[in-house]
Each structure stands twice: as C-alpha cells, then as structure tokens.
C-alpha cells in the first residue's frame, strides 16, 4: 500500500466519481483507476461498486476510510514536525545555572519560550555552584549554563545579561546595618560565613583578595552548602557574607540587610555559555528569545 493509492482511494470516496477526483488530483482518469485496482488488489477486496452514472463505497471501502484519512494525517504531522524542528519551535534544551541568585532571569526565560514556543522542552537543572553547569555544556550534557566564571573556553560561545556589584549581607540588628554602604576594611574583625572554596568560586576569592587588600585576613566561623543557607546563618546572627547586588532581588529573608560594598571591584558578570559546535534550531531560538528578557547590559559605570 503506497501513499499515492491511499489519496486516490480517499479522493474517489469523497468525490464518488472518478473523472472527479482525477482533476482534484491533477492526474488523468486512466493512472487514477489502475491506483484504485493495485489497492483492491493488494488488500484483496473491491473497495467501489462501478457503474456507468454511479461509483459507491463497499463495505471494505466504507471500512478503510477512517484508517487511510489517520495515514495521511501522520503524514501530514510528520511533515510539519520535521519543519518545526527545522524552524526550532520544537526540541530539547536543557540549561544549567548556579545559585539563587539566577532564579527570576531563569523564571522569565522559562515563561517566554513557554508561551512562545510550547513545542520545546525547556529544562532546567540547578547546581550550588557555577563550574559544574559550565562542564555539563561542555560535557554536552546540558545545550545552555547560567552563571559567573573567570574565564570562557575556546570550546564555548557567551553573552553576558547582567553586570553584578558586590554587596555585604547583615543582620538587620547590626551595628553596621544603619550604614549606606560599606568598605572591606570596614568589616575587620567581624566573623564571616561563606561558601566552601572550590574551583572557580568567584566570592571566596573576591573576599579574600579583598580582605587582605584592607589589611586583614577574614575571620570565616562558618561554611554554608549553598545560598540559602548561607542567607539564613546571617540571619541567625552567625556572622555577616559577601554576596553579589542580584541576591536581594531574588531571595527574600526576614531581617537581612544588603549593603553595596564600596571598595573599587571590576563588575561581576553573569553570563549565559553554549556550545560553539551546537546547531541545535531549538537551541538558537532559545538564545534568540534570551536577548528579550534578558538583554546584554550596557557598559557599567564601574568599567
């Protein structure tokens, strides 16, 4: 059974008349009918009863219907699939990010290729710290990362969608929390609680470059697994953290201040990275539709 077959049976079932359904489809009447009688044959049953004023469906062909039309339209989709995947309205991709602080851009991204795109599957996977998103691209375990690094390999592409400052988290009982901003050498002596150190971890070394730039080597009483809980000893009054201006925007806990840490730090850069040799169509309009809600940021006043 041939797909030309199944549309000229279907086009003699819905015209009831050869000459009919040769002009519907373009065709002339002799090539239409030998179609019609390779199908009767192959399926060993008359599907029209002919006459010389009228052609009627028999009950093999009444019974064939449903199933021809169900051919033609799994042909049809699968035409239309195969375009979409083309056009990237569907596919896979799966983004990595690090942090809390990457919630509400991972959150509006999420809403836009929703409500634009419902044929891809956009997944999302968090990890507490950035090097390990940006391996999982590399990896081509995962198409996008979200995050801070140091530096870029040659095997990956990047934008950057946020210039970020430093700022230190307090307890709102502080005796610095009255403050509008804060110097590092304002925090001599107080006890700090921070993320572990690990392989790319941007604020560890931000804090103790900074730190003994102002002389001093901080006072660190407590290691946090992740952001929140890192938030959430500093509310407890365990000690104050350096953390990035997203942060606020992001995580809200009851009795946290966040002052802009005005020693002079080139900006934070939060970047989205892909893969170079990646030309997945689902992908570049997942990136496409990244520069809406999530725009390279013009140049910082601090660069």
């Known amino acids: 059974m041939e797909l030309h077959q ?19 489809l373009h065709m002339a009447q002799p090539p239409l009918s030998r179609a019609i009688q390779r199908l009767e044959h192959e399926l060993k049953a008359p599907l029209f009863i002919r006459s010389t004023r009228t052609v009627h469906l028999t009950a093999a062909g009444e019974a064939l219907l449903a199933p021809a039309r169900d051919i033609l339209d799994a042909c049809r989709r699968s035409a239309v699939a195969v375009a979409s995947v ?25 809403k836009l290729v929703r409500e634009t795109h419902p044929g891809i599957e956009f997944q999302l996977y968090s990890s507490n710290f950035a090097l390990p998103a940006m391996d999982k691209v590399i990896s081509g375990a995962m198409e996008v990362g979200l ?24 307890h709102e009982g502080h005796p610095l929390s009255h403050r509008t901003s804060l110097l590092m050498s304002d925090l001599e002596g107080q006890p700090f609680v921070t993320l572990p150190q690990h392989p790319g971890a941007i604020l560890h070394d931000f804090l103790h470059r900074l730190a003994n730039g102002a002389g001093y ?7 946090a697994p992740d952001s929140q ?12 953290a350096l953390t990035v201006s997203s942060v606020p925007d992001n995580f809200q806990y009851p009795g946290l201040v966040f002052l802009p840490l005005e020693d002079p730090v080139e900006p934070i850069q939060l970047r989205l990275v892909w893969r170079k040799d990646n030309n997945s169509p689902a992908l570049r309009e997942v990136l496409r539709l990244s520069e809406e809600v999530l725009p390279t940021p013009g140049p910082s006043p601090d660069s």
């Not at 995050?147 to 700022?167: C, H, K, Q, T, Y």
């Not at 809980?229 to 104050?240: F, W």
């Open 229 to 240: 809980t890192l938030m959430a000893l500093v509310a407890a009054e365990i000690g104050v």
């Open 6 to 24: 199944i549309r000229a049976f279907l086009a003699v079932a819905e015209e009831l008349h050869f000459g009919r359904a040769a002009a519907k």
């Open 86 to 110: 083309g056009k990237g309205e569907t596919g896979r991709v799966r983004v990595a990010f690090a942090g809390v602080s990457s919630h509400v851009l991972i959150g509006k991204l999420a």
């Open 147 to 170: 995050g801070r690094w140091n530096f870029i390999p040659a095997a990956l592409e990047s934008r950057i969608v946020a210039n970020e400052r430093l700022v230190i988290a307090l």
């Open 217 to 223: 080597a901080p006072a660190i009483v407590q290691m």
